[in-house]
């Protein structure tokens, strides 16, 4: 009988009160298993205000403590839009309340002990009531929607606009979570603030992560946590990469993560090295040209604009007409499988999906604090690439240094492309191999804003001059298009006033693969 009872204990552990399974999860993952929901509803925000958005946000983040049971969207975004339709047919979506504030409020008030009241004009008291939200039970609350929620029977617990900072940190320390902080400018807090709420992390700003409360947060914090949000990039993600953790780019229209990340990727892409293989005996002597995309750690843009039908990307009537490559961010698996599921199903031929910087979470690996740390974000973030098909990686450091891509090439990976933050990188065009990974670095950067970069024309020069020696380094080229500047449409326009009999394009593994056959 006591073994029938163990035995039932072990099966239900990864099971919600309702029987569903929770997602499963990477040993050392950060990201919760939320219980996945059989119902949600549905709420409209397009017209909602900053003040209406932190509500919600702080209001969905709280239920999804016990199940995920809200669903923001906003209905003049079709990518927003898109999200609601890769749930489950099993899950129920309620629309009775999509317009209907006070009714969703009145709805779901008995679940919540009060609230926290904050002001836009005092953008610490935000940040304050934020971070107590979670531990407190209480939805976050302005002079303007905290009158519905007093006629709903909710008491205000605390005024954040009279509290200090510092005072709260130090009483409330021990019950924010040590897995995440939550670094985010108050005009931006209406978004990830759900998931911020949900884990119970400390929420602040700090641009450079640099002041005394900031290193105190990041101290505290366990092994490889995740830093959320956005700000000063090089000194914000550098603070982050020195304590041994790393940032997860959430600063704009990112809601639904702890909804999104209950479900399970249906799917498993994991592929052999065989599988990945790909030949290239006798190449044509042609330069050779790979297109990669920047930013796809970004989980704001790849849960937004990145899948817009309005946005030269994923949903370009171009993309597949020649290779390209996809800097993703393959922590979606544990974040928000089902979108994952949707890119990789809609992916042509031509489309390959690599890591962004640095794999699972953007960080310098060269100012991680021990080899040891750096090995703990490698093996997780490997683990990610292997469960997405991910072969390849972008990473970033200060400049290249064989010591800093050890860890990472340790894990398998194919194909490392090595950018510095300062976007000078003294490994311009050049190979290496480490640990049987390629490492390489791009030759040109198509950008407007980044880099030592070059426009269409001087793209196009610069590639048509190229060398066509295969067997040199010099006879290849990786392209950085930075993807707040160009899209699909300007690569096919690029590709087409190529020479095709001196320049080709081809995909990541056939790069990799030229690269290993005739020049190391």
């Not at 092994?223 to 600063?251: I, K, P, Q, T």
Request: net charge negative; proline share 5%.
């Amino acid at each position: 009988l006591l073994l029938l009872l163990l035995l039932l204990v072990f099966i239900t552990q990864g099971l919600g009160s309702d029987g569903a399974s929770r997602p499963p999860r990477l040993p050392n993952s950060p990201f919760p298993a939320p219980q996945p929901p059989t119902e949600v509803w549905l709420h409209d925000i397009r017209n909602a205000s900053l003040d209406d958005k932190l509500l919600l946000q702080t209001l969905s983040g709280l239920l999804a403590r016990k199940t995920p049971r809200l669903l923001l969207i906003d209905s003049t975004q079709d990518w927003s839009v898109r999200h609601a339709t890769l749930l489950p047919a099993s899950v129920v979506q309620h629309r009775n309340f999509l317009e209907d504030r006070p009714g969703l409020l009145a709805h779901f008030s008995r679940e919540l002990d009060g609230f926290l009241l904050c002001d836009a004009s005092a953008p610490t008291s935000m940040h304050i009531a934020v971070s107590l939200a979670g531990v407190l039970n209480a939805v976050v609350a302005s002079p303007s929607t905290a009158p519905a929620l007093v006629t709903l029977g909710l008491r205000q617990l605390h005024d954040a606009r009279t509290m200090n900072q510092l005072e709260v940190f130090n009483k409330f320390q021990n019950n924010f979570s040590r897995r995440f902080l939550f670094n985010q400018r108050a005009s931006a807090l209406w978004s990830t603030t759900d998931y911020a709420v949900f884990v119970g992390a400390w929420t602040m700003y700090d641009a450079s992560l640099s002041s005394n409360l900031a290193d105190r947060a990041l101290s505290r914090l366990s092994n490889m946590s995740a830093v959320l949000g956005w700000a000063d990039e090089v000194n914000f993600v550098g603070a982050a990469s020195r304590h041994g953790h790393f940032v997860l780019c959430s600063d704009l229209n990112l809601y639904n993560l702890p909804l999104y990340s209950s479900f399970t990727a249906s799917t498993d892409v994991s592929k052999s090295s065989s599988e990945l293989a790909v030949s290239c005996e006798n190449p044509p002597n042609k330069h050779t040209v790979m297109f990669a995309f920047t930013d796809g750690d970004s989980v704001t843009w790849d849960l937004g604009s990145f899948g817009s039908n309005s946005s030269d990307w994923w949903q370009s009537p171009w993309r597949g007409a020649l290779p390209l490559v996809w800097t993703f961010q393959p922590a979606l698996h544990e974040l928000h499988p089902l979108f994952l599921d949707w890119v990789r199903a809609t992916a042509t031929s031509n489309d390959t999906l690599i890591a962004g910087p640095s794999g699972a979470g953007y960080t310098y690996l060269d100012q991680y604090p021990s080899p040891e740390a750096r090995e703990r974000f490698a093996e997780w973030s490997g683990s990610l690439m292997l469960r997405t098909g991910m072969s390849s990686v972008n990473q970033i450091g200060t400049a290249y240094r064989t010591e800093d891509v050890q860890e990472t090439a340790a894990q398998g990976v194919d194909m490392v492309l090595f950018d510095d933050y300062y976007l000078k990188s003294n490994l311009t065009g050049r190979v290496r191999e480490v640990n049987r990974t390629l490492v390489t670095a791009r030759r040109f950067a198509l950008s407007k804003t980044f880099g030592v970069r070059v426009n269409p024309d001087q793209l196009v020069a610069g590639l048509n001059a190229g060398s066509v020696d295969y067997k040199s380094e010099q006879g290849y080229s990786v392209v950085g298009v930075e993807v707040w500047s160009y899209g699909v449409t300007d690569l096919k326009d690029v590709a087409a006033r190529l020479e095709a009999s001196r320049v080709r394009v081809v995909s990541a593994q056939e790069y990799a693969a030229c690269l290993r056959q005739h020049v190391l």
